[in-house]
Every structure is written in C-alpha cells, then in structure tokens.
Nanobody, 129 residues
Framework: QLQLVESGGGLVQPGGSLRLSCTAS????????ISWFRQAPGKEREGVSC????????EYADSVKGRFTISRDNAKNTVYLQMSGLKAEDTAVYYC??????????????????????WGQGTQVTVSS
C-alpha cells in the first residue's frame, strides 16, 4: 500500500519542542517534494513548510519561521519537522503530503487533497500547559 505515515505528535507545554516524522511506505520518497500542513478545529488547512527532493528549495510559513526546521533523510525515506518554541496556536493536526514538483503547489498556497500525489493520516500536536 502506497502511503505516507506521520508520527511524533503529542502534548507539549508552551515553549517546548517536538519532532514530527513523515515516512513513505511502498514508494521512494526522494522522487517527491514533501510539504507539511496543519489544520486546527474550525480552521482551514494551512501550509507549514516544504522541502524539495534534494533540499535545494525549503519554504516556511511566516508563522513558523525561526521556530520550525524541515529536513529529510532520503536513505531513511523520511522527512522531519523539528518544532521548537511551540505556542498554543500551533495546536492542530499535522499532515504531510507529496508532490512531484519542487514545492510549486506549496508556494502557490495549494492545499487541496487532489493536488498532491500522497497524503498521510495526520498526527495531533497539542500545545497546552
């Protein structure tokens, strides 16, 4: 089965850190740019970060710049999102998605399911004291 699997979410206090992982199952991740999205209850899905196949293009939403770092290890078929300085407003379900272009869809603010080749099931991140 071809899919992306996210992990690493959980409950963390404000100011804390988490590292999310996005691992490909059934296909090779290094053919794709990988984006992270998040969706909080009652809000629209928003793009968080994107990394191209060879990490030559990296993008961040303004709301997470300086606090989140995206990276990838193609040998492990995994993309990471290191999150630090977490705030209550970072609380959301975080999803990863794959596209064949170098973060093009992410840069244009495209978030629809059908515009990406694969999506994960999501992992919950809750920032609360």
């Amino acid at each position: 089965q071809l899919q992306l699997v996210e992990s690493g979410g959980g409950l963390v206090q404000p100011g804390g850190s988490l590292r999310l992982s996005c691992t490909a199952s059934g296909f090779t991740l290094d053919y794709y740019a990988i984006s992270w999205f998040r969706q909080a209850p009652g809000k629209e899905r928003e793009g968080v970060s994107c990394i191209s196949r060879r990490s030559s293009t990296i993008e961040y939403a303004d709301s997470v710049k300086g606090r989140f770092t995206i990276s990838r290890d193609n040998a492990k078929n995994t993309v990471y999102l290191q999150m630090s300085g977490l705030k209550a407003e970072d609380t959301a379900v975080y999803y990863c998605a794959a596209e064949g272009q170098p973060c093009t869809r992410f840069i244009f603010g495209i978030t629809a399911d059908r515009q990406y080749d694969y999506w994960g099931q999501g992992t919950q991140v809750t920032v609360s004291s």
